[in-house]
Nanobody, 125 residues
Framework: EVQLVESGGGLVQAGGSLRLSCAAS????????IGWFRQAPGKEREGVSC????????YNADSVKGRFTLSRDNAKNTVYLQMNSLKPEDTAVYYC??????????????????WGQGTQVTVSS
């Protein structure tokens, strides 16, 4: 059974940090890109970051560049999203997803074939 499980969300003050994890199972993790999305209440799901399978190259949305860092540990089948300098507008449910490759458009939901259940991130001002 394919599974993606996010963890690490929580409540943090503006300027603080959180590290989200996405643990994968049920497929050959090394062969797939992993993307992170977020969805705030009343808003569409938007792409945050993606890490490729082949060379570990990362692609970040402009809104998080310089603040969020994505990495993967293939030995642990886990991807980490390190979020620094958090802002209230980063508040959302964060989801990870698996795809063949990172899409040209970070928010291309169709590029991914499996999703986690999400983890809530709340940033207070």
């Amino acid at each position: 059974e394919v599974q993606l499980v996010e963890s690490g969300g929580g409540l943090v003050q503006a300027g603080g940090s959180l590290r989200l994890s996405c643990a994968a199972s049920g497929f050959t993790f090394d062969d797939y890109a992993i993307g992170w999305f977020r969805q705030a209440p009343g808003k569409e799901r938007e792409g945050v970051s993606c890490i490729s399978s082949s060379d570990g190259r990362t692609y970040n949305a402009d809104s998080v560049k310089g603040r969020f860092t994505l990495s993967r540990d293939n030995a642990k089948n886990t991807v980490y999203l390190q979020m620094n300098s958090l802002k209230p507008e980063d508040t959302a449910v964060y989801y990870c997803a698996a795809g063949v490759s990172c899409p040209a458009d970070n928010s291309d939901l169709g590029a991914y074939w499996d999703w986690g259940q999400g983890t809530q991130v709340t940033v207070s001002s």
